[in-house]
């Protein structure tokens, strides 16, 4: 009998096992003339020479398909280990950013959000700007995520200014961070369409994802991330230029925000609205401009914010 123990560098456990080992539990059915024991970042086997390399060769085929597309579901692993052509995802797979956990495929739909995802593969500060329903933060945080998978970054980081927008922080129940997160929950809800439910939560807990108000980043150095200044609008110039300083060397920021919505009080002026103006000439920063043509909610959305921008 010959043993044999495959590291898995390429690939986080919890993919390629499952929740519960559900997954991996798969796999063992189509080899059970070998012993197969998953522990930590390893897979231990024990079997014939030939039994050994053909399982060997499944799992590295079914680590090449999760580099590829950033998942790997029971289908996708009953089909490699099956032999079954791949059928190739619809549409340009180079258009796909993130294959979410139930099957949705996360990708640009409009020429403004493609712009802005090749402005993020050549800029290191890329600035979204357009009304609501735009998918501005959802592409970013797509772009984000996907940095994250294929390990071109370490860490993301997502903030907000937590600005009162005619509600009060003082009369929401619990402590600091339950008055905070209903501020920082798009971020969230974007997050959960990208990733399992488990890897969000491990992410969280271990900081490989970051979710904070603006004012938690002063005085930090954010290096080997993409940070992501979501309503960039409720943002002061000096909040602005706090932010965009702490970038460092192997980072990328992303800012968004919509300049017809801007909650700050009267006597403080929004930094996104002079950001062009500072920052525009400056080579490896780009200005996305967004529109009621790139909305991709509801219809009655882009007649909505039409209908407003005639009243201006």
């Known amino acids: 009998m010959t043993e044999k123990t495959i590291h898995l560098e390429e690939i986080s456990p919890l993919d390629i096992f499952g929740v519960n080992d559900e997954k991996i539990e798969l796999i063992k059915s189509y080899f059970p003339q070998l012993k197969i024991v998953a522990r930590g970042h390893e897979i231990m086997v024990a079997g014939t020479t030939r039994e050994i390399n053909s399982f060997d ?19 996708n692993i009953e089909a490699i280990l099956s032999n079954q052509s791949h059928k190739e995802e619809e549409g340009n797979g ?26 993020f593969k050549t800029n290191d500060i890329i600035f979204a700007i357009g009304p609501a329903g735009t998918g501005k933060t959802y592409t970013a945080v797509a772009l ?5 998978k294929s390990k071109q970054v370490k860490r993301i980081v997502l903030t907000r200014p937590a600005v009162e927008a005619g509600e009060s922080l003082g ?3 619990g402590d600091l961070k339950e008055k905070l997160d209903p501020y920082l929950q798009p971020l969230y809800d974007a997050l959960r369409d990208m990733l399992p439910a488990p890897t969000l939560k491990s992410y969280l807990e271990k900081g490989v994802i970051e979710i904070a108000p603006l004012a938690f980043m002063r005085g930090r150095t954010l290096n080997n991330a993409v940070i992501l200044l979501d309503e960039a609008q409720n943002a002061t110039m000096s909040q602005l230029r706090m932010l965009l300083t702490r970038m460092g060397p ?3 920021i992303c800012v968004t925000g919509d300049i017809t919505q801007i909650d700050l009080p009267a006597s403080q002026k929004s930094g996104l609205l002079k950001a062009k103006d500072v920052l525009g000439k400056i080579k490896g920063i780009v200005f996305i401009h967004l529109s009621e ?11 909505i914010i039409t209908a407003f921008n005639k009243t201006k």
């Open 171 to 173: 009369f929401l129940p």
């Open 94 to 119: 180079d258009d796909i950013l993130v294959y979410g956990p139930s099957g949705n495929l996360v990708k640009a739909k409009t020429a403004n959000q493609r712009k802005l995802v090749s402005s």
């Open 250 to 252: 192997t980072a990328k």
């Open 293 to 303: 043509i790139d909305v991709v909610r509801h219809n009655l959305v882009k007649k």
């Open 144 to 148: 984000a995520v996907q940095a994250l």
């Open 57 to 75: 060769e499944k799992v590295s085929q079914l680590i090449t398909y999760y580099g590829k597309y950033h998942q790997l579901t029971k289908n």
